[in-house]
């Protein structure tokens, strides 16, 4: 019912920069909290950063001063706006999104997109 597409990743050297951005599509009321995953070779899915269809950031402590998470709620689109990358930011990252299909409804259900993979050489 919905899909997300994520764009952006690619190879970039310690330092340097990217931008995701994932959109979604389908039968879409709204969307609530959306939100970037990541997902290292031999390690679990953690949480990047998320935001409210408000606008309320929260980062984890690891990216927290150098990944910037933006919303356009009329486009249904999230990005990451990645800074300072360091080798260790090397995963799969996922997208992640609360939508409400139906204005009658308020019960929502979280989809993800397929992963986009980003390699910081050192």
């Known amino acids: 019912q919905v899909q997300l597409v994520e764009s952006g990743g690619g190879l970039v050297q310690a330092g340097g920069s990217l931008r995701l951005s994932c959109a979604a599509s389908?039968?879409?009321?709204?969307?609530?909290?959306m939100g970037w995953y990541r997902q290292a070779p031999g390690k679990q899915r953690e949480l990047v950063a998320h935001i409210s269809r408000g606008g309320s950031t929260n980062y984890s402590d690891s990216v927290n001063g150098r990944f910037t998470i933006s919303r356009d709620n009329a486009k249904n689109t999230v990005s990451l706006q990645m800074n300072s990358l360091k080798p260790e930011d090397t995963a799969v990252y996922y997208c992640?999104?609360?939508?409400?299909?139906?204005?009658?409804?308020?019960?929502?259900?979280?989809?993800w997109g397929q992963g986009t993979q980003v390699t910081v050489s050192s």
């Open positions: 389908g039968t879409i009321f709204s969307i609530d909290t």
């Open positions: 992640k999104a609360d939508v409400r299909h139906y204005s009658y409804s308020y019960t929502s259900h979280d989809y």
